[in-house]
């Protein structure tokens, strides 16, 4: 049930969170930002070591939480990458603080995601999105050229007034099934391979089916983001599990939709991991090191290279 804090102030911070479920504590600065008077969503930023590299924007999927990838943030910590992230209402620590998720849209996570990185962007500092699922479809509502006479030339969007130098998608939503899971229920079997993945708790939300009014609107504005104009050199790499492992999205669609993006960008990269499921940084260390590795070489500019892997992931020409 919807219980807000009673705060008085316009945000509060809760520093730090210590989290170990990847062998080694983690701390992240949390915070909870109010939206629309409807209560407060949780934020939290992860900083990194080392010389900064850049920030990333994540994006979760439905039923995610940040900390349920918290080996991939160390990684990128360690790769000198700041890590800003949410839970949307119903997940993770914003169930009890704001109101079910069934009361908002897409265009309002995306309005939270802007809100998170108000709060704890450094200026300046090369920021990208990196988006799992329907966090996909998130990104892709609040992504447009930046305005001005070269608007689809440039390399780089804007996310509500904030310069995004490129966008990471996993397995993303732009072609959810109707039915997602297990019969509609989102569970730990049906988003990885691992015996026992690094959840903090089950998935939750259970089922977008208890949130039929969000779950609408995904769907339409999933089908919004086929008909987007992104500017030409945007850079722009995509993650799909197997066509009949991932119980989430159609990713024989998700291919159809990169394509069909190529005719007017340039800078896109696809990458297929056939034997894996929906939830592809859960999935066993082979994949997953896959994808973090050709995620580092996108975020430093490189094309991803072709691997011959074990996992059988495999970058597809376009």
């Given at each position: 049930?919807?219980s807000?804090?009673?705060?008085?102030?316009?945000?509060?911070?809760?520093?730090?969170?210590?989290?170990?479920?990847?062998?080694?504590?983690?701390?992240?600065?949390?915070?909870?930002?109010?939206?629309?008077?409807?209560?407060?969503?949780?934020?939290?930023?992860?900083?990194?070591?080392g010389?900064?590299?850049g920030?990333?924007?994540?994006?979760?999927?439905?039923?995610?939480?940040?900390?349920?990838?918290?080996?991939?943030?160390?990684?990128?910590?360690?790769?000198?990458?700041?890590?800003?992230?949410?839970?949307?209402?119903?997940?993770?620590?914003?169930?009890?603080?704001?109101?079910?998720?069934?009361?908002?849209?897409?265009?309002?996570?995306?309005?939270?995601?802007?809100?998170?990185?108000?709060?704890?962007?450094?200026?300046?500092?090369?920021?990208?999105?990196?988006?799992?699922?329907?966090?996909?479809?998130?990104?892709?509502?609040?992504?447009?050229?930046?305005?001005?006479?070269?608007?689809?030339?440039?390399?780089?969007?804007?996310?509500?007034?904030?310069?995004?130098?490129?966008?990471?998608?996993?397995?993303?939503?732009?072609?959810?099934?109707?039915?997602?899971?297990?019969?509609?229920?989102?569970?730990?079997?049906?988003?990885?391979?691992?015996?026992?993945?690094?959840?903090?708790?089950?998935?939750?939300?259970?089922?977008?089916?208890?949130?039929?009014?969000?779950?609408?609107?995904?769907?339409?504005q999933?089908?919004?983001?086929?008909?987007?104009?992104?500017?030409?050199?945007?850079?722009?790499?995509?993650?799909?599990?197997?066509?009949?492992?991932?119980?989430?999205?159609?990713?024989?669609?998700?291919?159809?939709?990169?394509?069909?993006?190529q005719?007017?960008?340039?800078?896109?990269?696809?990458?297929?991991?056939?034997?894996?499921?929906?939830?592809?940084?859960n999935?066993?260390?082979?994949?997953?090191?896959?994808?973090?590795?050709?995620?580092?070489q996108?975020?430093?500019?490189?094309?991803?290279?072709?691997?011959?892997?074990?996992?059988?992931?495999?970058?597809?020409?376009?």
């Open positions: 049930m919807f807000p804090f009673k705060l008085t102030t316009s945000s509060i911070i809760l520093a730090p969170l210590f989290l170990s479920n990847i062998g080694q504590a983690t701390s992240w600065e949390v915070g909870y930002q109010p939206y629309q008077n409807k209560g407060f969503f949780r934020t939290a930023s992860l900083e990194a070591e010389p900064l590299q920030q990333i924007l994540y994006l979760p999927g439905f039923a995610d939480r940040f900390e349920n990838h918290n080996y991939l943030w160390q990684r990128f910590r360690e790769a000198g990458y700041r890590v800003i992230t949410l839970d949307y209402p119903s997940h993770g620590d914003s169930v009890e603080t704001i109101e079910p998720l069934n009361q908002f849209k897409i265009s309002d996570l995306r309005n939270m995601a802007a809100l998170a990185l108000d709060a704890y962007k450094i200026d300046l500092l090369p920021t990208h999105i990196v988006a799992w699922s329907t966090g996909a479809v998130v990104a892709l509502n609040g992504l447009k050229p930046i305005k001005g006479d070269y608007e689809f030339s440039s390399a780089k969007a804007h996310f509500l007034g904030h310069e995004i130098s490129s966008l990471v998608q996993i397995a993303p939503a732009v072609a959810p099934k109707p039915l997602v899971g297990e019969l509609g229920v989102v569970t730990e079997q049906s988003l990885s391979s691992l015996d026992n993945p690094p959840y903090l708790g089950e998935p939750s939300p259970k089922s977008p089916l208890k949130h039929p009014l969000f779950a609408l609107d995904l769907i339409l999933s089908g919004k983001t086929w008909l987007q104009k992104l500017p030409d050199s945007f850079p722009m790499l995509t993650f799909t599990a197997g066509k009949r492992l991932d119980k989430y999205v159609f990713t024989e669609k998700v291919h159809s939709w990169v394509k069909q993006k005719k007017t960008m340039e800078n896109l990269s696809l990458m297929y991991c056939p034997k894996s499921k929906h939830d592809l940084t999935e066993p260390d082979g994949v997953r090191e896959l994808i973090i590795s050709t995620t580092f996108f975020l430093e500019g490189e094309s991803p290279k072709e691997t011959k892997h074990d996992s059988s992931c495999f970058l597809i020409t376009l």
